[in-house]
């Protein structure tokens, strides 16, 4: 459904009886990537920290597990509601909410006085910037026309990327500057001030929207959808340290009936605005490439927090340190990036299954060169090729993932598809912090870090070995560039 945007003057029609652009859309443009930006830098910033802050709140391994998962968790349990909200009451006001109330979880997670408090928090950071995005890509495909569009999204892409490399570095820097004395928290005091900044531009510079007071939203489904999410990743992350009791593993099952029993209520009572469209499970490669984008997103959530735990707290990197090493990750993504169009119009799906290996081949370098480095005391060089390896791969992988799945979904379920895509991608990342940092934590204990690293990344390395096999049952014909299915 179309909705038409209000500028300062007004609508004016143009000489097509086409409503003229909005005259100040990037400036707005502007202020809404630097507001998805919090989330981008947000989402990579602690893990370069988490040593530092287990230290100071004297936190448990399943702490420093649920500091990430938790803003994965709140993420995805309001990210697909979000978007209706925003149709529904304007995207607008639900973009400076969600900006005010990421701002004040911040400020919270920079007060903690204990990993709960940090814990809950980083679980609100989490909602806030779900309420964030799905305004911020709703708004682009309003505000501009098919010939700006692509433009738009490749900025609001080319900044992803950067954000999250720019995350990993400044966690490390803020946490070693310690300015004031703070340390890790000036990682999240950081947001405070962007967050006014984005509000007020935010009210000077972002048009506001029609409402769409039309279908009903299913709020009772989003909350047993949330807490299904909940009850599957909360045993595997307490599971290790309770002796993997028979609680976790029917907690574990009642979320899986509950996240089944919402689909099947909403296909039978013909809810208009779904949260998990049944027609879309009906077909295989939307199916599989489900279980890809969780597959992939856990593998890279998982790895990278127990191997910056590996480098800082079992080889002695400082924070800033272990942040430059990574880098080495994203110039990999970087190299990769202008290659994948060329050879997605070459090799179609081939492509992701060429990125899903080259990962895990990359990954499997890490692995036994991080085993090499514990022994020989070979420093960092030796785990760069490998580093790099794995951002070649994930770029291949993950550019021309979505609008492939998207590809063989009917239009007219795409927005709900997209929605579903990015709750497995942050979902999947929680349930791969959870199995693969157990694996680390556990043998970690017995037999020191390394020992840990050298188990773990094993079970990284199959799901991206999944995930290149997944990519068969994805249509041949690859479609590469930005996503614009928001």
Same mark, same amino acid.
């Given at each position: 459904?179309?909705?038409?945007?209000?500028?300062?003057?007004?609508?004016? *029609?143009?000489? &097509?009886?086409?409503?003229?652009p909005?005259p100040?859309r990037?400036?707005?443009?502007?202020? +809404?990537?630097?507001?998805?930006?919090?989330?981008?830098?947000?989402?990579?910033?602690?893990?370069?920290?988490?040593?530092s802050?287990?230290?100071?709140?004297?936190?448990?391994? !399943?702490?420093?597990?649920?500091?990430v998962?938790a803003? +994965?968790?709140?993420?995805?349990?309001?990210?697909?509601i979000?978007?209706?909200l925003?149709?529904?009451?304007?995207?607008?006001?639900l973009?400076? &909410?969600?900006?005010?109330l990421?701002?004040?979880? &911040?400020?919270?997670?920079a007060?903690?006085?204990g990993?709960? +408090?940090?814990?809950?928090?980083?679980?609100?950071?989490?909602?806030?910037?779900?309420?964030?995005l799905?305004?911020?890509?709703?708004?682009?495909?309003?505000? #501009?026309?098919?010939?700006?569009?692509?433009?738009?999204? =490749?900025?609001?892409?080319?900044?992803? $990327?950067l954000? /999250?490399a720019?995350?990993?570095?400044?966690?490390?820097v803020?946490?070693?500057?310690?300015?004031?004395?703070?340390?890790?928290r000036t990682?999240? !005091?950081v947001?405070?001030?962007?967050?006014?900044?984005?509000?007020?531009?935010?009210?000077?510079w972002?048009?506001? &929207?029609?409402?769409?007071?039309?279908?009903?939203?299913?709020?009772?489904g989003?909350?047993?959808?949330?807490?299904?999410?909940? @009850?599957?990743?909360?045993? *595997?992350?307490?599971?290790? =340290?309770?002796?993997?009791?028979?609680?976790?593993?029917?907690?574990m099952?009642?979320?899986?009936?509950?996240?089944?029993?919402?689909a099947?209520?909403?296909?039978?009572?013909?809810?208009?605005?779904?949260?998990?469209?049944a $027609?879309?499970?009906?077909?295989?490669?939307?199916t599989?490439?489900?279980?890809?984008?969780?597959?992939?997103?856990?593998?890279?959530s998982?790895?990278?927090?127990?191997?910056?735990?590996?480098?800082?707290?079992?080889?002695?990197?400082t924070?800033t340190?272990?942040?430059?090493l990574?880098i080495?990750?994203?110039a990999?993504?970087?190299?990769?990036?202008?290659?994948?169009?060329?050879?997605?119009?070459?090799?179609?799906?081939?492509?992701?299954?060429?990125?899903?290996?080259?990962? !895990?081949?990359?990954?499997?370098?890490v692995?036994?060169?991080?085993?090499?480095?514990?022994?020989?005391?070979?420093?960092?060089?030796?785990?760069?090729?490998?580093?790099v390896?794995?951002?070649?791969?994930?770029?291949?992988?993950?550019?021309?993932?979505?609008?492939?799945?998207?590809s063989?979904?009917?239009?007219?379920?795409?927005g709900?598809?997209? $929605?579903?895509?990015?709750? =497995?991608?942050?979902?999947?990342?929680?349930?791969g912090?959870?199995?693969?940092?157990?694996? #680390? #934590?556990t043998?970690?204990?017995n037999?020191?870090? /390394?020992?840990?690293?050298?188990? @773990?990344?094993p079970?990284?390395?199959?799901?991206?070995?999944?995930? @290149?096999l997944?990519?068969?049952?994805?249509?041949?014909?690859?479609?590469?560039?930005?996503?614009?299915?928001?």
């Amino acid at each position: 459904m179309s909705r038409s945007i209000i500028g300062a003057a007004g609508p004016a *029609l143009v000489a &097509s009886g086409r409503a003229a652009p909005y005259p100040k859309r990037w400036a707005a443009a502007f202020v +809404m990537i630097l507001a998805a930006l919090l989330d981008m830098i947000d989402a990579s910033i602690v893990n370069t920290a988490l040593p530092s802050i287990g230290k100071s709140l004297r936190a448990a391994p !399943a702490d420093l597990e649920w500091t990430v998962s938790a803003y +994965m968790l709140g993420f995805a349990s309001a990210l697909i509601i979000a978007g209706h909200l925003g149709d529904r009451y304007g995207r607008k006001a639900l973009f400076l &909410s969600g900006v005010a109330l990421f701002g004040l979880a &911040s400020l919270a997670s920079a007060l903690a006085t204990g990993p709960e +408090m940090l814990i809950a928090s980083r679980a609100v950071q989490g909602v806030a910037a779900a309420v964030v995005l799905p305004q911020v890509l709703g708004s682009f495909r309003t505000m #501009f026309d098919d010939g700006e569009r692509g433009k738009a999204f =490749a900025l609001y892409g080319a900044i992803s $990327g950067l954000g /999250t490399a720019v995350g990993v570095l400044l966690g490390g820097v803020l946490t070693d500057w310690n300015l004031f004395g703070w340390g890790w928290r000036t990682i999240f !005091a950081v947001n405070i001030p962007l967050a006014i900044l984005v509000l007020v531009l935010g009210a000077l510079w972002i048009p506001g &929207s029609t409402k769409n007071k039309r279908g009903r939203i299913d709020l009772p489904g989003n909350v047993i959808l949330a807490g299904g999410l909940v @009850a599957i990743v909360l045993p *595997l992350v307490e599971g290790r =340290a309770n002796g993997w009791p028979l609680w976790g593993w029917l907690c574990m099952a009642a979320g899986v009936l509950a996240i089944a029993c919402v689909a099947i209520y909403e296909s039978r009572r013909g809810i208009e605005n779904p949260l998990l469209p049944a $027609g879309l499970f009906r077909k295989p490669a939307f199916t599989a490439g489900l279980l890809i984008q969780m597959l992939f997103y856990a593998g890279m959530s998982g790895f990278m927090l127990v191997f910056t735990i590996w480098l800082q707290s079992g080889q002695g990197y400082t924070p800033t340190q272990a942040g430059v090493l990574m880098i080495a990750f994203s110039a990999g993504s970087i190299l990769g990036a202008p290659m994948v169009d060329g050879l997605v119009e070459k090799l179609g799906r081939n492509v992701l299954i060429l990125g899903g290996l080259i990962m !895990a081949g990359g990954l499997t370098w890490v692995r036994f060169a991080a085993d090499d480095a514990a022994q020989a005391h070979t420093g960092a060089w030796p785990l760069v090729p490998g580093l790099v390896l794995a951002g070649v791969g994930l770029i291949l992988l993950v550019i021309p993932l979505v609008n492939t799945i998207l590809s063989a979904v009917p239009g007219q379920l795409a927005g709900g598809a997209s $929605g579903i895509l990015s709750t =497995a991608q942050q979902f999947g990342g929680a349930i791969g912090v959870a199995v693969i940092g157990n694996v #680390f #934590f556990t043998h970690a204990q017995n037999k020191g870090l /390394t020992d840990g690293i050298v188990h @773990a990344a094993p079970w990284a390395i199959g799901g991206y070995i999944a995930c @290149a096999l997944l990519c068969l049952a994805l249509p041949r014909k690859a479609v590469g560039g930005q996503a614009e299915h928001v």
